[in-house]
C-alpha cells in the first residue's frame, strides 16, 4: 500500500518541461534561438527528507549560407558564317536574382563578308564602296587621294560630288570637326601674317623718314 502512495505523491511533485523555441529564416542566414529550457524535479522521501534539482539550459545558433546564384544563359552563333554575337550577364543579389542574354549582330563582319564576296563576282568597285560606308575607310581613302565612288563617279568626278554634298560623307562628324579646327588655325595663321606685315610696314616707314633727313641735311649744306 506503501509503494503505490509514493508513487502517486511522485507524480504530483514531478513538474512537466517544455522548451521555448524561436526559428528564424533569412536569404543566405538560418538564425535558430532556443531557450527558456527549464526542468525541475522534486523527490520527497517516506523519511521527510526532500530533494530538488533544477536546470536550465539555453542554447543560440546562427549558420550561415551563401544566397543561391542567378547563372546567365549561354548563346551561341550556331555556325561560323553567321556575324552574331552571343552577349549574356546575370546578377544576384539577397533574394532576388536576374539574367538574360541575346544576340547581337556584328555590321563590320557582314560588311566584310559582302566586300569579299562582291570581289569574288568581279564587282571591285562595288565592293570598294561597300567598305567606304565604314569612316576609317572613307577617310584613309580621301587621304591617299582615291576617293571612295558616288553615284557612279570615281576619281576626281566622285572628288567634286563629295565637296558639293559633303554632308552624305560617312565621316561627316568627323569631317566638319577638322574643317572647323583648320579654320580656326587659318585664322590664327592670317591674324601671325597680318602682325608681320605691319611690322614690316613699320619698318619701311622709319628707312624712309631716315632717308629723307639725309635729304634734308644735304640740301641745307
Known sequence: MKTPLIILIL???????????TQSN???????????YESTTETTYQSGSESTTTTNNTTNSDIKSSPPQAAAPSYNSMTQDVCAVGVSAGIQTFGLGLSGGKHVIDKNCERLKLARILNDFGMKVGAVALLCQDERVFEAMIQAGTPCPIDGRIGKEAMALWSKYDHERPDYKT???????????DKLEQIEMTKEFERIEKERIKEEAKKMKNIEWVDKK
Not at 11 to 21: E, G, K, M, N, R
Not at 26 to 36: K, L, Y
Not at 175 to 185: A, I, L, N, S
Request: hydrophobic fraction near 35%; proline fraction near 0%.
Open 11 to 21: 507524480l504530483l511533485l514531478t513538474t512537466s518541461v517544455f522548451a521555448d523555441t
Open 26 to 36: 533569412v536569404s543566405g542566414s538560418n538564425t535558430a534561438i532556443e531557450g527558456g
Open 175 to 185: 569631317y566638319v570637326k577638322r574643317m572647323d579646327d583648320r579654320k580656326e588655325t
